[in-house]
Structure formats: structure tokens, C-alpha cells
């Protein structure tokens, strides 16, 4: 925001309240109310605003304080966020981020415990990524904000708390790349977000039971980054998906259609897919454990493939 | 000026069955009094809306003031609302649209345009009283009945008339089509398909005006956004929204609905509430003025006003332009529901001979300066169908351009590369 002053925040909570997870703590004081807008509760009409703002020269960043509340905004981020640039012939551009925090957190209940990945990812025309550390959460961001491509940046609730050393000097991650998190010679485990966590979690069993597994953490939701996951295929001949996303038409559902259709001479064997249970996120601690891939799930998948 | 504008228009309601409710002025300021138009809704219930005619309002509406202005006007040429190139220009642009959409329905029962064709005949004198007063950095934002739109803001008749046969010269490279037409080098942001959705793009736009005067400190950024949008909209929330929010931030936008009564075959009185739209915008803390859309001048006067409160930074107005369209929804709308009395009333309403007789009447301009136009607005969509006619087809390389303005978008291949570096990417038959 201070490198260039087109650059603007929108959502509720933002300004004042510093974001309803603190991530724009601060802003308001240094920038004003104009650059970091507190908005009443209209999603789909501040998201078509931030769309039509883009168009017009500036940058906005808008917030959904859920990515579930995105929902509301789905006419906007489908029709213009995504096609204007196409039906306008390429005379406008959409240099929008719109973030928020999403993904299953600690008995929300169903409705703010989405992951709106998959809903969006056949949407023409936008980037998706998901950050999952403080380092690749401020890489990805600065990518996102200086990309002439509208792009949603999914943030999970969990991980707001991690605490991390970046470096002091400027860097910006690419928004197309996929992140090496543990090379590995057995298994490619392929995963996103909270779930990488779960998945370093379950690579440290494994590696106590002997096994070498790759741990990519994929990052670009849309496009995959498919020169990293497929040199890892090529090298591991195995390949399992831990995602938070739901079974059905989710983000591993698509990742495993790329990989089958590009690389499936190198597989040994069939693609494992974990994912959530297609269920609405219960409230109760037990049942929600249960909807999501637990590490225990992931050892066994492991096991199971590399036999 | 100002207080004239905060008025409320308490004239009978036009589609009030029962006439005889006291108003301020019997003659009411639309041109031809409407006060015989029978309406008969189905269920021939009252719709309520007698009571709110009753209440008391501080001001005459600014329909009225014209009406005194205009019968003034033979004796005093200074009291005429516009002077001979104003309305020999506004008469052009009307003229054009009309030519322009007539030759559109031409077009597409000839098979050279497809789709969905929304036109605009009827309409023009919202069209031309609002966007004739806008300098090229002001923003108009439309809905997919936008064509007309497009054509007063500036764009050359030849681009849109292009764009609708779908051919490369089109100003949109072909790619939106009739319910999406957009100009960067003239403002004009959409061509919306969906109703409503174009409401808070236009916000959107009016905020980066506010942005620019304020947080980049451009003091003498005063572009002022329009949004165009029709009754059945009004009753979206995007534009409930938006109206809230263009208030309370006091973005320069002007709000104006063209109330053609109809939206597809569901009558604005079956599905609306209240349906005097114009009453909504003192709700949220804005004016809202009621003007007869077929009268261009009435729309003039109204529209200098809205603009200028924007350019001012005085904030949003909301306009309802009492209008009609002549031809159905759509091309492909057999327009049966509509009464003919209604069509026929509004037909001897037409913008452009009402303006017509107006100069002739005032000595403004006699009726060869009139021929001369036509003749050479019909030149120019002649010209911009044989333009079209002779343009290319887009080619298949046109297929994956444009989708992002960074076509690194979309993402790496296998082979280590970006997909938009393949060669096949130009010709449209790349993987990705």
C-alpha cells in the first residue's frame, strides 16, 4: 500500500476493527478511511464495486470476512471478476485480490467452515492460490496485489496464529509455482493450506516407519503448477492428494484428472485422493475431526500405495 | 437550484386509476396528459398506492417548472432549454439510435447478428438527455440493452455494428456481443447481461473518482459515473446496495432507471411493491426525481442537475425516467402482454418528433436543417453495416487471448514452460 497508492483495502471490519482477524490491524490509521474501506454488509455489491474500482485504475484488495460470505458474491466474481476482461476484447483489466479466511476451523459450524476453492476453480479468467505459511502468505499477497489478473487468495482461519522469521529485504513469490516443502524418493503427496501441516505431521511418522515421502505443497489452485507435480511423478511413480476440500468436484478431483491425463504413463499406481467427507461441517469436536484428513489417514494412505 | 431539486414529485401517478386525487396541478407536466390511460391490472385491486399520492410536499417537482417554462417560451427566445446546435446535436444522436436499432432488427432477421438483441427504440431521449452532457473521462455503465448507450457516449457506429455481426472490428474484438459493449477510449464500462450486476461496477467506478480527488489527490478529478438500468432492476439488491452505499460515501454517481414498465411480459405494477421507484432515494438519503423520460429536454434539465450535484461532490441522485420501448423485450420477444392503447399512447409520445416540433415550433431550425440529418445518419449506418459486412471473422489464435491480462495466468506446463510461451497458444490450439 505505501509502494503505490492505488492500492486499496475493502470489506467489513477492515478499517477500524483492523479486520475480523486482525490482518489489516493497523491500516486504517496510517491510510485512512478511503484506502481501507470499512463496508456495510453487501457482498456481492462491495465485491462488484472493488471490480468496477479495478477497472477504473486502482487496486483493490477485498476481504470476505469468511470466504464462505464470498458465496453472496458469486455473481460478481463469476460474471465480471472473471470474464470482463474476455467480453471487453481485452480493453479492461481486473487487477482485484479478493481474500479472506476460509477452510474447516474449530467448531464454526457448517456454514463458516467452507472451502470455496471448489466452487470457483471452473471460473474463466481468475487465479486461485492458497497460502499456508506466514513466508508464502506474504510472497503470494505482494504476487497477488502487483498481478494484472484478478486473483482469490484463500486464506484457512487455523493458521493465522503461526509465527515464522521471513527476511527483512522485499521478495514476491510466483503465483503460478508450487512449493517444494520436503523432497522426498517414495510417495508425492500433493496438499494445500491447513492440510500441509497435517501432512509434515504425518511425513514424520513415516519417515520413523522408513518411508521417503515428497511433500509438495501446490499453492496455485488454479492453474497447477503441473512442471513441478509432474517431475515429482515422474520421479516417485506415486502420488496421493491430502485436501480439505470436499470429495466431490473439488480441487483434488481436478488435480487428479491433470495428472491421469498428463503423466499417467508414469504412475505405478492409481492416484489416492484424500479429501473431506462430503458432509455439511458438523459443530460437535468429534464429528468434525472426523470430516476432515486426520495424519492417521494419511500414514495409512501412504502404506497402502507403496505397497 | 439545489432546493428545486430536493422536491418530491407528487403529480398523479400515470398508472393511478382514479384520477380525480387531489395534486397540486391537474395538468400535469408530462407531455400529453396520461391521466386517461387505462391500466387494467389483473386483479384489479387499487395496488395502495393513492395513499402516498395524498401526502404533502414542500416544493412543485421540477416537471412542473419546465411546463410554465415552455408554454413561456414562443414570446422570449432567452427562456428556450436549448439553443439551435444543442438540439439540432441532440436531435442527431436521438436519430442515430433510432436508425441504429431499426437497422439492427434488419440485421438480425437477415442472419447477421445472433443471440439475444435487446433495442432501445422509444428510449432515446434518456439515452441522449443524460450522456450529451458527459465529457469523454465520465463513466457510463449500462445493462444489455446497450447499444444506444454506447452510440451517444461516442463509440463509432461502425465498432458496435461490428461487434453485433461479431467480427474482429467490433469494440470488443467480437468477444461480448450485443449485451456486452465496452469502450475504454470512451468510458463506457458495460453491457451487462444479468440485471443489476452492472450497478455496483458503476459504484465501483464513482468510488475511483472519490479516490483519486481524495486519496491521490487529483483535486480536480470530478468524473462523474452514470448507471442505467430498468424498473425490474429496482427491485434487485444490488441496486438497494449500492444506493445505500453511494450515499453514504456521497460517490459521484447519478442512478437512473429507465422505466419502460415492462420487464420482459411482467408489468413494473404486478411485481413492484411501490412502484414510484423515485421514493426510494430520499430513503436512503438522496434525492429522487420522477421526469417524463419522452420528453429529451425535461430529461436535459433533470440530468444537468444530477450531474452537476455529482460534480460537485454533493453525492448521488436518483432519477426515474418515465419511458418506453416500442418494440418487445427482445428481438425474439413476441410482445403480446402489452396493451395496444399503451403502445399506441406512448407511440404519439415519440422523443424525436416531439423535439422536432419543438424547434420548428420556436424557430430553432426549419425542416430541411431535419432532412439533412436523417439523411446523414443514414449514411452512417449504412456505412457501418457495409463496414461490418466486409470486416474478418475472428480467427482461431483470438481463442485463448484475452481470457487474462497476464497470460501467465494460465500457469506452467509439464514441460517446464509457461502455457502462453507455446507456440500453439498463438494459434489457438494450445492445451491449457
Given at each position: 500500500m505505501e509502494r503505490d497508492p492505488c492500492v486499496c483495502v475493502m470489506g467489513e471490519d477492515v478499517g477500524h476493527y483492523g479486520g475480523?482477524?486482525?490482518?489489516?490491524?493497523?491500516l486504517a490509521e496510517k491510510y485512512g478511511d478511503l484506502r481501507v474501506l470499512d463496508t456495510p454488509i453487501a457482498e456481492n455489491s462491495f465485491t462488484g464495486m472493488g471490480i468496477g474500482a479495478a477497472m477504473t485504475g486502482l487496486r483493490p484488495v477485498v476481504e470476505?470476512?469468511?470466504?464462505?460470505?464470498?458465496l453472496l458474491a458469486f455473481n460478481q466474481i463469476s460474471?465480471?471478476?472473471?470474464?470482463l476482461h474476455y467480453t471487453s476484447g481485452g480493453q479492461f483489466k481486473i487487477p482485484i485480490v479478493i481474500r479472506g479466511p476460509g477452510g474447516?476451523?474449530?467448531?464454526?459450524?457448517a456454514e463458516h467452515s467452507q472451502r470455496l476453492e471448489s466452487y470457483f476453480q471452473?471460473?474463466?479468467g481468475i487465479q486461485m492460490v492458497a497460502c499456508s505459511t506466514p513466508y508464502n502468505a506474504k510472497g503470494l499477497m505482494k504476487a497477488a496485489i502487483r498481478s494484472k489478473n484478478p486473483v482469490i487468495l484463500f486464506e484457512h482461519?487455523?493458521?493465522?496464529?503461526l509465527k515464522e522469521r521471513i527476511p527483512d529485504e522485499e521478495y514476491v513469490l510466483s503465483l503460478e509455482e508450487a512449493e517444494m516443502v520436503r523432497p522426498g524418493e517414495h510417495v508425492t503427496i500433493l496438499t494445500y493450506s491447513r492440510m500441509r501441516y497435517h501432512v509434515m505431521q504425518a511425513a514424520k511418522t513415516l519417515v520413523n516407519k522408513g518411508y521417503d515421502p515428497e511433500v509438495i505443497?501446490?499453492?496455485?489452485?488454479?492453474?497447477?503448477?503441473?512442471y513441478t507435480i509432474g517431475s515429482s511423478v515422474k520421479k516417485t511413480h506415486r502420488v496421493l492428494i491430502v485436501e480439505e476440500?470436499?470429495?466431490?468436484?473439488g480441487i483434488g478431483a481436478s488435480l487428479t484428472a491433470a495428472i491421469t491425463e498428463n503423466f499417467h504413463d508414469h504412475l505405478d499406481a492409481p492416484i489416492m485422493c484424500l479429501s473431506?467427507?462430503?458432509?455439511?461441517?458438523?459443530?460437535a469436536g468429534t464429528l468434525e475431526n472426523w470430516t476432515v484428513v486426520q495424519p492417521a489417514q494419511i500414514v495409512t494412505a501412504v502404506e497402502q500405495l507403496c505397497q | 437550484m439545489a432546493t428545486a431539486f430536493w422536491s418530491v414529485n407528487v403529480i398523479q401517478?400515470?398508472?393511478?386509476?382514479?384520477?380525480?386525487?387531489?395534486?397540486?396541478?391537474?395538468?400535469?407536466?408530462?407531455?400529453?396528459?396520461?391521466?386517461k390511460l387505462r391500466f387494467n391490472p389483473p386483479?384489479?385491486?387499487?395496488?395502495?398506492f393513492s395513499e402516498t399520492l395524498r401526502k404533502s410536499s414542500p416544493i412543485s417537482a421540477i416537471s412542473d417548472v419546465f411546463e410554465e417554462k415552455k408554454q413561456k417560451s414562443a414570446s422570449s427566445s432567452?427562456?428556450?432549454?436549448?439553443t439551435k446546435e444543442e438540439g439540432l446535436e441532440v436531435y442527431e444522436d436521438m436519430v442515430l439510435g433510432r436508425c441504429f436499432e431499426d437497422m439492427c432488427a434488419q440485421m438480425y432477421y437477415r442472419g447477421k447478428m445472433f443471440g439475444f438483441v435487446h433495442l432501445y427504440n422509444g428510449q432515446e431521449a434518456v439515452s441522449t438527455g443524460f450522456i450529451?452532457?458527459?465529457?469523454?473521462e465520465d463513466c457510463v455503465v449500462s445493462t444489455y440493452r446497450d447499444h444506444v448507450h454506447a452510440l451517444s457516449k461516442g463509440v463509432p457506429a461502425r465498432e458496435v455494428m461490428s461487434e453485433l455481426f461479431g467480427k474482429?472490428?467490433?469494440?470488443?474484438r467480437g468477444q461480448g456481443g450485443s449485451m456486452h459493449m465496452f469502450s475504454k477510449e470512451h468510458n463506457v464500462l458495460g453491457g451487462f447481461?444479468?440485471?443489476?450486476?452492472g450497478i455496483p461496477v458503476a459504484t465501483g467506478a464513482a468510488f475511483t473518482s472519490k479516490y483519486r480527488k481524495e486519496?491521490?489527490?487529483?483535486?480536480?478529478?470530478?468524473h462523474v459515473t452514470l448507471a442505467f438500468f430498468g424498473d425490474g432492476t429496482c427491485n434487485n439488491g444490488q441496486f438497494y446496495e449500492c444506493l445505500n452505499m453511494a450515499a453514504l460515501w456521497k460517490l459521484p454517481i447519478v442512478f437512473v432507471?429507465?422505466?419502460?414498465?415492462?420487464?420482459i411480459g411482467m408489468s413494473h405494477l404486478r411485481s413492484t411493491?411501490?412502484?414510484?421507484?423515485?421514493?426510494?432515494g430520499p430513503a436512503f438519503g438522496m434525492p429522487g426525481v420522477h421526469v417524463d423520460g419522452m420528453d429529451v429536454l425535461k430529461v436535459r434539465e433533470v440530468a444537468k442537475e444530477a450531474i452537476g450535484r455529482a460534480r460537485r461532490g454533493e453525492g448521488p441522485t436518483l432519477v426515474e425516467c418515465e419511458t418506453y420501448r416500442f418494440?418487445?423485450?427482445?428481438?425474439?420477444?413476441?410482445?403480446?402482454?402489452?396493451?395496444p392503447a399503451e403502445k399506441a399512447h406512448y407511440a404519439a409520445r415519440d422523443p424525436i418528433t416531439a423535439l422536432k416540433k419543438y424547434m420548428i415550433e420556436n424557430n430553432l431550425a426549419k425542416e430541411g436543417e431535419f432532412k439533412a440529418i436523417d439523411k446523414k445518419i443514414d449514411e452512417i449506418v449504412e456505412d457501418s453495416v457495409e463496414f461490418a459486412d466486409e470486416s474478418p471473422q475472428p480467427s482461431?489464435?483470438?481463442?485463448?487471448?484475452?481470457?487474462?491480462?497476464?497470460?501467465?495466468?494460465?500457469g506452467i506446463g509439464p514441460d517446464g514452460?509457461?502455457?502462453?510461451?507455446?507456440p500453439k497458444f498463438t494459434e489457438g490450439t494450445a492445451h491449457v
Open positions: 475480523s482477524y486482525k490482518v489489516t490491524k493497523g470476505g470476512m469468511n470466504m464462505g460470505f464470498l460474471n465480471n471478476c472473471g470474464m474447516v476451523g474449530r467448531q464454526l459450524g471452473s471460473i474463466p482461519v487455523l493458521l493465522y496464529n505443497d501446490i499453492r496455485s489452485l488454479k492453474p497447477f503448477d503441473l476440500c470436499m470429495r466431490t468436484g473431506s467427507q462430503d458432509v455439511p461441517t458438523p459443530y | 401517478h400515470p398508472r393511478c386509476e382514479r384520477p380525480s386525487i387531489a395534486s397540486r396541478k391537474p395538468s400535469s407536466a408530462f407531455l400529453g396528459s396520461t391521466l386483479s384489479r385491486s387499487n395496488f395502495g432567452s427562456s428556450l432549454l436549448i450529451k452532457l458527459l465529457k469523454k474482429t472490428t467490433g469494440c470488443c447481461a444479468f440485471i443489476g450486476e486519496a491521490l489527490n487529483e483535486a480536480d478529478c470530478d432507471v429507465e422505466n419502460n414498465l415492462w420487464a411493491s411501490d412502484p414510484e421507484i423515485w421514493k426510494k418494440r418487445g423485450h427482445s428481438l425474439a420477444d413476441p410482445d403480446e402482454l402489452r396493451d482461431r489464435s483470438q481463442l485463448l487471448e484475452n481470457v487474462f491480462a497476464d497470460p501467465k495466468g494460465f514452460r509457461y502455457r502462453c510461451e507455446d
